[in-house]
């Protein structure tokens, strides 16, 4: 476990429920800004990556791939810790 990512999960699913290919991730919970402690038997805050559109994003090529799945990564934990898209964008990770 990464210290600080507390009650989180991370799950790949092939596509969004719109079955879009431009989402490449999803941060569903509540960042740790606008929370207090969970309670028992709450269920942990989850971070979806989706397959099929990081692969068609990155056309084959396994660098492209990798550095497709940091920056969603990033981008999705920083949601975790409460740091919107506009700030994400001013620090160059959206």
Known sequence: ??????N???VVE??????SLE???LYEGTAITDRGQYGFGELPDRI????EPLLAIA????????DEIHV?????IAHFYGIDDDELHRL???
């Open 1 to 6: 476990m990464v210290d600080g990512l507390d």
């Open 8 to 10: 989180l999960v991370f």
């Open 14 to 19: 092939d596509r969004p429920e719109d079955g």
């Open 23 to 25: 989402l490449l991730g």
């Open 48 to 51: 979806i990556l989706y397959r």
């Open 59 to 66: 056309e084959g090529d396994l660098e492209t791939l990798r």
């Open 72 to 76: 969603t990564l990033v981008h999705e």
């Open 92 to 94: 160059g990770w959206a």
